[in-house]
């Protein structure tokens, strides 16, 4: 056990996995960097240096820089991986799915149904998403409601460096294809990580806080502004339970359900474009399976149906915070609805 | 195109601004002042502007995320574009786009791009209009070795031929995209890649001002004419990082300083037109102090210039909702 990045957590990961299983491959724009130049290899180790160093123990084989293809190689995934590699494929950024995703969600996706189950696609396409890095509307949105809408692709969202690692080894030895979303403000950020290798299993989520008054569902890194509101409420009164899905498909739907019978309350902050996206599908399932437990209607914490904008004020006023969480949180706590009828 | 004194002014000019918006936004950058990613078109702007002298408001160009070069030699207007990087409420777009995204579309200046090979399918477009509308107008895609690669550029340039569209694709060839040389991503030459789309193409030395211009007005003659696209391999550097914070161990040892001192395409203008006795170096030097003091003022204000209000976050998704 040891204090590591976000960033070291996950090419930990890759690398006990490289070392583990020799079909492992690694492929994406400049994941080695220096491809073809005259200066140092392994010059990148991807745009934020999350793989540095991997292709110095495994070599161009493994460690593949791809020109500026994304349909070609992240297919080329998609192909390697139903005859026999375990590929780990990096799309950079999350906004560049829009020019190769033909290749993820009717090829990969959909092998496996549309050929009666004979095949077996295991990839993993790793990718940066959200907002705070001032990065503008083609380089910060979340997405992942898209993937999440797709069926055949299994998604996960770390909200952590231990849950990163964790999730990222399942991810790879999974079979199905799965969509790997890395919050890109969550590099730097360090806690104790094991160093052995481990796996987080997916469709089982994570209760960070325990309460009785309130459930609040994060997703990402949303559960940590959850659970940064959670400890402020707590101090004020108010006992929050904090859910971090881990995985948005498989979505564990019985712990939130579960709690919400506890708390009969909701409150769920989702960083991405607030139509059809996690917090309208696990409201919509509240709604629907736990109807009779709600003392206060359901809120959803998420940034206005706008893309995301460059100047650092709005931006700042565009991503979710605690303060709009408590605020959330204590609309539902003073709704007067059902309470006196549950009493 | 015969180039007059006028015309050599102004090239210079341009070039000038070009170099001097991005050396200094490159201190600027270093000083933690500006937000988000930012790259850098210096040594480029040979072509850029031979390019862009041969095109008026009618004309569109779609450009890339390096794009303050094709910005400014499409005309865009200089403290709009340093608000717009400073993220102000003054910037060409409001302060909502930044960078990578400048655009000016009463220019014919269709954006800069975060998406790599996002622009030649909007040329094609833009090339389409003036064809069907017949504006007289051409449309240009700035390109860089790296999105040569992309699947959108390759089905453009069929496209654009089978639809003989009034289009030129410019390959800014700078030999990286990222880190990763074109001398391994890319595949075949980019000549021979618009030969197979049934397009002519030239190879020119994008230090060279002048070979540029040359190059771009035999491409956009054709165009106009109606004659169809062609494309043009400029072959460059950049003399940053791929964005600024990009330590370049990927270079060469001295490959830069090299550049900057044999081939500047600069210091190769300005020794070409003294020589020739077409300009004098006092008007050239006077150029380069004016330039200087437009951009030093264009910093000066962008920097108290007061951000967009937060009734901007909202404004402006739809025209009508
Ligand atoms: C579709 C897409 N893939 C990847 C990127 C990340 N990216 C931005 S610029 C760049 C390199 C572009 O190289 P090139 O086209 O040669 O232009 P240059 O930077 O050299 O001017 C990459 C990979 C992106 N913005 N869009
Ligand atoms: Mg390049």
């Known amino acids: 056990m040891s204090k590591k990045s976000f960033r070291q957590a996950i090419n930990e990961a890759l690398r006990q996995e490289m070392r583990r299983d020799p079909r492992v491959v690694l492929m994406g724009e400049d994941v080695a960097g220096g491809a073809g130049a005259a200066g140092e290899d392994d010059a990148w180790g991807g745009v934020l240096g999350v793989t540095k160093g991997l292709v110095g123990e495994f070599g161009r084989e493994r460690v593949l820089d791809t020109p500026l293809s994304e349909s070609a190689y992240i297919g080329a995934a998609a192909g390697a991986a139903a005859t026999g590699l375990r590929p780990v494929a990096e799309l950079m950024f999350v906004d560049f799915m829009g020019v190769c995703f033909d290749q993820i969600f009717n090829q990969a996706a959909k092998f496996r149904y549309m050929f009666g189950g004979h095949a077996v696609t295991p990839m993993v396409i790793r990718m940066m998403y959200g907002a705070g890095f001032r990065a503008a509307s083609q380089h910060s949105q979340c997405l992942y409601p898209i993937f999440t809408h797709i069926p055949g692709l299994k998604v996960v969202i770390p909200s952590s460096a231990y849950e990163a690692k964790g999730l990222l080894i399942q991810a790879i030895r999974d079979d199905d294809p799965v969509i790997f979303m890395e919050n890109k403000v969550l590099y730097d950020q360090e806690e104790e990580v094991p160093d052995e290798s481990y796996t987080i299993p997916f469709g089982e989520a994570n209760l960070t806080r325990e309460g009785s008054d309130v459930t609040i569902v994060g997703i990402g890194r949303m559960v940590q502004i959850a659970n940064a509101a959670a400890d402020t409420l707590a101090r004020q009164g108010i006992s929050c339970t904090v859910i971090d899905p881990r995985t948005t498909s498989p979505l564990d739907t019985g712990s939130i359900l579960d709690s919400v019978e506890e708390t009969g309350r909701l409150v769920i902050v989702d960083e991405a474009s607030p139509r059809c996206n996690m917090a309208t599908d696990i409201s919509a399932l509240v709604a629907q399976e736990a109807f009779g437990a709600l003392r206060a209607p359901i809120r959803m914490v998420c940034p206005p149906h706008v893309p995301v904008p460059f100047a650092p004020n709005l931006e700042d006023l565009y991503v979710p915070d605690a303060a709009r969480v408590e605020a959330a949180v204590r609309a539902v706590m003073q709704h007067a609805g059902k309470q006196g009828a549950r009493a | ?321």
């Open chain 2, 1 to 321: 195109m015969q180039l007059n004194r006028e015309d050599l002014l102004r090239a210079y000019r341009t070039m000038r601004i070009i170099r001097d918006f991005e050396e200094r936004l490159h201190v600027e950058f270093a000083t933690g002042e500006i937000p988000g990613f930012v790259h850098l078109y210096a040594g480029e702007e040979a072509s850029a502007v031979g390019v862009c002298m041969h095109l008026g408001d009618k004309d569109h160009i779609a450009s890339t995320h390096r794009g303050h070069g094709h910005c400014i030699a499409k005309g865009c207007d200089v403290s709009g574009m340093m608000n717009e990087i400073y993220g102000r409420k003054a910037g060409l777009c409001g302060g909502k786009g930044g960078s990578m995204h400048i655009a000016d579309i009463s220019k014919g200046m269709l954006g800069a791009n975060g998406i790599v090979g996002g622009g030649p399918p909007l040329i094609c477009g833009a090339a389409l209009t003036a064809k069907v509308l017949k504006t007289g107008g051409v449309a240009i895609a700035f390109l860089g070795d790296g999105a040569s690669n992309q699947g959108t550029t390759l089905e453009s340039y069929n496209l654009a031929s089978i639809w003989k569209l009034p289009a030129v694709f410019v390959v800014e060839d700078n030999g990286y995209a990222e880190s990763t040389a074109a001398s391994y991503a890319v595949a075949g030459t980019q000549s021979d890649r618009a030969k197979g789309f049934g397009m002519p193409a030239q190879v020119v030395d994008g230090f060279d001002f002048f070979a540029v211009h040359e190059a771009a007005g035999a491409a956009i003659e054709r165009a106009r004419a109606g004659e169809g696209p062609s494309l043009i391999h400029v072959q460059l550097s950049r003399y940053y990082g791929h964005f600024e914070g990009d330590g370049m161990t990927y270079r060469g040892a001295g490959e830069v300083d090299r550049l900057r001192n044999d081939r500047d395409c600069l210091k190769r203008f300005r020794s070409k037109v003294t020589e020739a006795a077409l300009l004098d170096a006092s008007e050239l030097d006077s150029i380069d102090h004016a330039v200087a003091e437009q951009i030093d003022t264009s910093v000066r204000n962008a920097k108290s210039a007061p951000p967009p209000t937060e009734a901007d976050l909202l404004t402006d998704v739809y025209v009508a909702y």
